[in-house]
């Protein structure tokens, strides 16, 4: 059973930050494609950020310049440093990882942790 889990959830005023880790075994991490996803009430989830096992990353144009994702390989954790936020990112965000197998590639997520960014 793979696990993701995710912490750093949190209230914070427009123009904060806040930084999201997520946690899994070294199995996973160390081939595992990892991303942050969010999904905002009545809205569809969506991908913010991705990173591969190589450390090529990939962002939503919307948090381009303003979020930075990085793995911590001593640590077996994917962070998503999100400042000078806005009301617009509030959602519930979720860990993800891909991670390849021999018949393709199998996707996992962690349970979500919140973000709401007051005006």
């Known amino acids: 059973q793979v696990q993701l889990v995710e912490s750093g959830g949190d209230l914070v005023q427009a123009g904060g930050s806040l930084r999201l880790s997520c946690a899994t075994s070294?199995?996973?991490?160390?081939?595992?494609?990892l991303g942050w996803y969010r999904q905002a009430p009545g809205k569809q989830r969506e991908l913010v950020a991705r990173?591969?096992?190589?450390?090529?990353?990939s962002y939503v144009d919307s948090v381009e310049g303003r979020f930075t994702i990085s793995r911590d390989n001593a640590k077996n954790t994917v962070a998503l440093q999100m400042n000078s936020l806005k009301p617009e990112d509030t959602a519930v965000y979720y860990c993800?990882?891909?991670?390849?197998?021999?018949?393709?590639?199998?996707?996992?997520w962690g349970q979500g942790t919140q973000v709401t960014v007051s005006s």
């Open positions: 993800n990882a891909i991670v390849p197998r021999n018949y393709g590639s199998e996707n996992y």
């Open positions: 990173i591969t096992s190589g450390g090529g990353t």
């Open positions: 070294r199995s996973i991490f160390r081939v595992a494609t």
